[in-house]
Protein backbone atom coordinates (compact mmCIF):
# COMPACT_ATOMS: atom_id res chain seq x y z
CA UNK A 1 0.00 0.00 0.00
CA UNK A 2 2.46 2.54 1.31
CA UNK A 3 4.58 1.73 -2.00
CA UNK A 4 2.15 2.47 -4.34
CA UNK A 5 1.02 5.75 -3.17
CA UNK A 6 4.76 6.87 -2.41
CA UNK A 7 5.38 9.95 -4.78
CA UNK A 8 7.69 9.50 -7.78
CA UNK A 9 11.00 11.87 -7.20
CA UNK A 10 13.68 10.76 -9.49
CA UNK A 11 11.07 9.22 -12.35
CA UNK A 12 11.69 11.17 -14.76
CA UNK A 13 9.40 10.98 -18.57
CA UNK A 14 9.10 7.41 -19.26
CA UNK A 15 10.36 6.56 -22.71
CA UNK A 16 6.79 5.53 -24.14
CA UNK A 17 5.90 8.73 -24.06
CA UNK A 18 7.73 9.44 -27.18
CA UNK A 19 6.17 6.55 -28.92
CA UNK A 20 8.52 8.24 -32.47
CA UNK A 21 11.15 8.52 -34.16
CA UNK A 22 12.18 11.36 -36.06
CA UNK A 23 15.08 11.43 -38.74
CA UNK A 24 16.40 14.70 -39.85
CA UNK A 25 19.28 13.65 -42.77
CA UNK A 26 21.89 15.90 -44.10
CA UNK A 27 24.09 15.42 -46.75
CA UNK A 28 27.54 17.02 -47.18
CA UNK A 29 29.19 15.64 -50.41
CA UNK A 30 29.38 11.38 -49.23
CA UNK A 31 28.97 11.84 -45.68
CA UNK A 32 25.15 11.52 -44.22
CA UNK A 33 23.93 12.12 -41.15
CA UNK A 34 21.52 10.85 -39.82
CA UNK A 35 19.90 12.89 -36.35
CA UNK A 36 17.76 10.52 -34.51
CA UNK A 37 15.25 11.49 -31.82
CA UNK A 38 12.68 9.41 -30.07
CA UNK A 39 12.84 5.81 -29.73
CA UNK A 40 14.96 2.82 -32.02
CA UNK A 41 12.35 0.27 -31.08
CA UNK A 42 11.37 -2.98 -33.54
CA UNK A 43 8.70 -1.05 -34.48
CA UNK A 44 10.29 2.23 -36.21
CA UNK A 45 13.67 1.15 -36.99
CA UNK A 46 12.66 -0.46 -40.35
CA UNK A 47 12.31 3.50 -41.39
CA UNK A 48 15.81 4.28 -40.65
CA UNK A 49 16.89 1.03 -42.17
CA UNK A 50 15.17 2.34 -45.47
CA UNK A 51 16.98 5.68 -45.15
CA UNK A 52 20.30 4.24 -44.17
CA UNK A 53 20.00 1.75 -47.67
CA UNK A 54 18.66 4.76 -49.74
CA UNK A 55 22.33 6.44 -49.48
CA UNK A 56 24.29 3.54 -48.65
CA UNK A 57 25.95 3.01 -52.14
CA UNK A 58 26.69 6.68 -52.39
CA UNK A 59 28.23 7.04 -48.85
CA UNK A 60 31.83 7.11 -47.93
CA UNK A 61 30.54 7.93 -44.40
CA UNK A 62 27.66 7.62 -42.56
CA UNK A 63 27.32 9.41 -39.26
CA UNK A 64 24.51 8.48 -37.05
CA UNK A 65 23.90 11.62 -33.73
CA UNK A 66 22.28 10.16 -30.79
CA UNK A 67 21.54 13.49 -28.76
CA UNK A 68 17.85 13.15 -28.60
CA UNK A 69 17.83 9.35 -28.94
CA UNK A 70 16.80 7.91 -25.41
CA UNK A 71 15.67 4.44 -26.21
CA UNK A 72 17.06 1.84 -28.26
CA UNK A 73 16.24 -1.99 -28.33
CA UNK A 74 18.20 -4.73 -29.93
CA UNK A 75 16.34 -3.64 -33.59
CA UNK A 76 17.76 -0.80 -33.43
CA UNK A 77 21.25 -2.04 -32.77
CA UNK A 78 20.80 -4.40 -35.58
CA UNK A 79 20.17 -1.08 -38.41
CA UNK A 80 23.82 0.63 -36.42
CA UNK A 81 25.43 -2.60 -36.86
CA UNK A 82 24.11 -3.88 -40.43
CA UNK A 83 24.88 0.10 -41.52
CA UNK A 84 28.38 -0.29 -39.79
CA UNK A 85 28.77 -3.70 -41.83
CA UNK A 86 27.93 -1.88 -45.18
CA UNK A 87 30.51 0.56 -44.32
CA UNK A 88 33.13 -1.59 -43.52
CA UNK A 89 35.04 -1.89 -46.79
CA UNK A 90 34.28 1.27 -48.49
CA UNK A 91 33.92 4.20 -45.79
CA UNK A 92 33.63 4.72 -42.10
CA UNK A 93 30.49 5.25 -39.59
CA UNK A 94 30.50 7.05 -36.78
CA UNK A 95 28.54 7.35 -33.74
CA UNK A 96 27.75 10.76 -32.01
CA UNK A 97 25.88 12.35 -28.83
CA UNK A 98 25.57 9.13 -27.03
CA UNK A 99 22.70 9.23 -24.47
CA UNK A 100 23.47 7.82 -21.04
CA UNK A 101 20.55 4.72 -21.40
CA UNK A 102 22.09 4.47 -24.96
CA UNK A 103 25.44 4.08 -23.53
CA UNK A 104 24.50 2.05 -21.06
CA UNK A 105 23.08 -0.48 -24.04
CA UNK A 106 26.44 -0.26 -25.52
CA UNK A 107 28.32 -0.96 -22.63
CA UNK A 108 25.79 -4.00 -22.20
CA UNK A 109 26.04 -5.28 -25.48
CA UNK A 110 30.04 -4.47 -26.55
CA UNK A 111 28.75 -2.11 -29.17
CA UNK A 112 30.83 0.78 -27.05
CA UNK A 113 33.67 -1.43 -28.55
CA UNK A 114 32.51 -1.72 -31.78
CA UNK A 115 31.84 1.39 -32.93
CA UNK A 116 33.53 4.65 -33.70
CA UNK A 117 31.97 6.18 -30.86
CA UNK A 118 32.56 10.51 -30.84
CA UNK B 1 -0.02 -8.44 -8.77
CA UNK B 2 -1.49 -6.68 -12.10
CA UNK B 3 -1.77 -8.56 -15.21
CA UNK B 4 -2.78 -7.16 -18.93
CA UNK B 5 -3.93 -9.80 -21.72
CA UNK B 6 -3.05 -8.42 -24.80
CA UNK B 7 -3.00 -10.04 -28.35
CA UNK B 8 0.89 -10.84 -29.15
CA UNK B 9 1.07 -8.27 -32.66
CA UNK B 10 4.14 -5.93 -32.67
CA UNK B 11 1.62 -3.05 -32.88
CA UNK B 12 0.73 -3.51 -29.42
CA UNK B 13 4.70 -3.34 -27.92
CA UNK B 14 3.45 0.46 -26.71
CA UNK B 15 0.32 -0.76 -25.26
CA UNK B 16 2.50 -3.09 -23.25
CA UNK B 17 5.48 -1.05 -22.32
CA UNK B 18 3.21 1.75 -21.05
CA UNK B 19 0.82 -0.98 -18.52
CA UNK B 20 4.58 -1.88 -17.55
CA UNK B 21 6.09 1.95 -17.04
CA UNK B 22 2.99 2.68 -15.01
CA UNK B 23 3.41 0.08 -12.48
CA UNK B 24 7.06 1.37 -12.67
CA UNK B 25 6.64 5.13 -12.10
CA UNK B 26 4.06 4.07 -9.19
CA UNK B 27 7.04 2.73 -7.19
CA UNK B 28 9.24 5.79 -7.97
CA UNK B 29 11.58 3.46 -10.14
CA UNK B 30 14.12 5.28 -11.84
CA UNK B 31 14.71 6.38 -15.09
CA UNK B 32 17.31 4.00 -15.92
CA UNK B 33 16.12 1.18 -14.90
CA UNK B 34 13.07 1.38 -16.28
CA UNK B 35 14.44 2.01 -19.96
CA UNK B 36 16.18 -1.38 -19.25
CA UNK B 37 13.05 -2.74 -18.29
CA UNK B 38 11.42 -1.25 -21.22
CA UNK B 39 14.16 -2.64 -23.53
CA UNK B 40 13.91 -6.18 -21.82
CA UNK B 41 9.99 -6.43 -22.31
CA UNK B 42 9.94 -5.30 -25.63
CA UNK B 43 12.46 -7.84 -26.74
CA UNK B 44 10.36 -10.77 -24.80
CA UNK B 45 7.02 -9.33 -26.25
CA UNK B 46 7.81 -8.95 -29.61
CA UNK B 47 10.05 -12.59 -29.07
CA UNK B 48 6.39 -14.20 -28.41
CA UNK B 49 4.81 -11.66 -31.42
CA UNK B 50 7.22 -13.03 -33.93
CA UNK B 51 7.49 -16.57 -33.44
CA UNK B 52 4.80 -18.23 -30.69
CA UNK B 53 2.13 -18.74 -33.06
CA UNK B 54 3.28 -18.57 -36.40
CA UNK B 55 1.49 -16.46 -38.77
CA UNK B 56 -1.72 -17.00 -36.42
CA UNK B 57 -2.40 -13.98 -33.79
CA UNK B 58 -2.35 -15.52 -30.26
CA UNK B 59 -2.83 -13.79 -27.31
CA UNK B 60 0.31 -12.84 -24.81
CA UNK B 61 -0.56 -12.42 -20.77
CA UNK B 62 1.74 -10.33 -18.91
CA UNK B 63 1.58 -9.89 -15.59
CA UNK B 64 4.03 -7.68 -12.83
CA UNK B 65 4.22 -7.38 -9.04
CA UNK B 66 5.97 -5.76 -6.99
CA UNK B 67 8.38 -6.59 -3.94
CA UNK B 68 9.27 -4.49 -0.85
CA UNK B 69 12.91 -5.45 0.85
CA UNK B 70 14.55 -5.19 -1.20
CA UNK B 71 12.31 -3.14 -3.51
CA UNK B 72 12.20 -5.33 -6.85
CA UNK B 73 9.50 -5.81 -9.94
CA UNK B 74 8.59 -9.41 -11.43
CA UNK B 75 7.45 -9.29 -14.96
CA UNK B 76 5.76 -12.64 -17.03
CA UNK B 77 5.04 -12.98 -19.70
CA UNK B 78 2.81 -16.21 -20.71
CA UNK B 79 1.81 -17.66 -23.98
CA UNK B 80 0.50 -20.79 -25.69
CA UNK B 81 2.07 -20.52 -28.53
CA UNK B 82 4.73 -23.37 -29.72
CA UNK B 83 7.05 -24.56 -27.12
CA UNK B 84 10.47 -22.66 -27.22
CA UNK B 85 12.99 -21.94 -24.16
CA UNK B 86 15.03 -18.63 -25.82
CA UNK B 87 17.07 -18.60 -22.99
CA UNK B 88 19.09 -21.99 -24.59
CA UNK B 89 20.09 -19.56 -27.62
CA UNK B 90 23.78 -18.94 -27.06
CA UNK B 91 24.92 -15.69 -25.93
CA UNK B 92 26.74 -13.69 -29.06
CA UNK B 93 30.43 -12.94 -28.93
CA UNK B 94 30.61 -9.17 -27.96
CA UNK B 95 34.39 -9.54 -29.01
CA UNK B 96 33.79 -10.01 -32.50
CA UNK B 97 35.01 -7.51 -34.99
CA UNK B 98 31.88 -5.15 -36.70
CA UNK B 99 32.38 -7.83 -40.17
CA UNK B 100 32.34 -10.96 -37.74
CA UNK B 101 29.33 -10.21 -35.39
CA UNK B 102 26.40 -11.52 -36.08
CA UNK B 103 22.59 -10.18 -35.71
CA UNK B 104 21.17 -12.41 -34.05
CA UNK B 105 20.47 -13.26 -30.31
CA UNK B 106 20.96 -9.90 -29.66
CA UNK B 107 17.54 -8.97 -28.14
CA UNK B 108 17.84 -11.91 -25.44
CA UNK B 109 21.17 -11.68 -24.50
CA UNK B 110 20.22 -7.88 -23.62
CA UNK B 111 17.53 -9.00 -21.25
CA UNK B 112 19.92 -12.06 -19.73
CA UNK B 113 22.69 -8.77 -18.98
CA UNK B 114 20.59 -6.27 -17.67
CA UNK B 115 18.23 -7.99 -15.45
CA UNK B 116 18.82 -9.95 -11.55
CA UNK B 117 17.24 -12.35 -13.07
CA UNK B 118 15.63 -14.69 -15.98
CA UNK B 119 13.97 -17.70 -15.40
CA UNK B 120 11.68 -19.88 -18.52
CA UNK B 121 9.46 -22.98 -17.98
CA UNK B 122 7.04 -24.88 -19.99
CA UNK B 123 4.20 -25.76 -18.33
CA UNK B 124 0.06 -27.30 -18.97
CA UNK B 125 1.25 -26.32 -22.70
CA UNK B 126 2.11 -22.70 -21.75
CA UNK B 127 5.69 -20.74 -22.36
CA UNK B 128 6.66 -18.93 -18.86
CA UNK B 129 9.01 -16.40 -18.83
CA UNK B 130 9.53 -14.85 -15.89
CA UNK B 131 12.50 -11.68 -15.15
CA UNK B 132 13.21 -9.78 -12.09
CA UNK B 133 14.97 -6.36 -11.74
CA UNK B 134 15.99 -4.77 -8.12
CA UNK B 135 14.76 -1.53 -8.12
CA UNK B 136 16.89 0.23 -5.29
Known amino acids: MGLFGKKKNNTASNSVN ?36 EVVDDAKK ?22 AQAMEDKGEMVVRNITQPVRDIFDLTGFNLLFNIE | MKELVIEAERKNLIQVQAFIDEQLE ?4 PM ?55 LAKPDPDTTLSVKERKKGGLGIFMVKKSMDNVNYEYKDGKNILTIKKNLS
Do not use: H, W
Open chain 2, 32 to 86: LTQTAIDIAVEELFVNIASYAYGPEIGIAVVQVSVYEEPLSVEITFIDNGKQYDP
Open chain 2, 26 to 29: AVGC
Open chain 1, 18 to 53: NAFLKIKTSKDGAEYTFMLEGRLDTNTSPELKSKVD
Open chain 1, 62 to 83: LVFDLEKLDYISSAGLRVLLGS
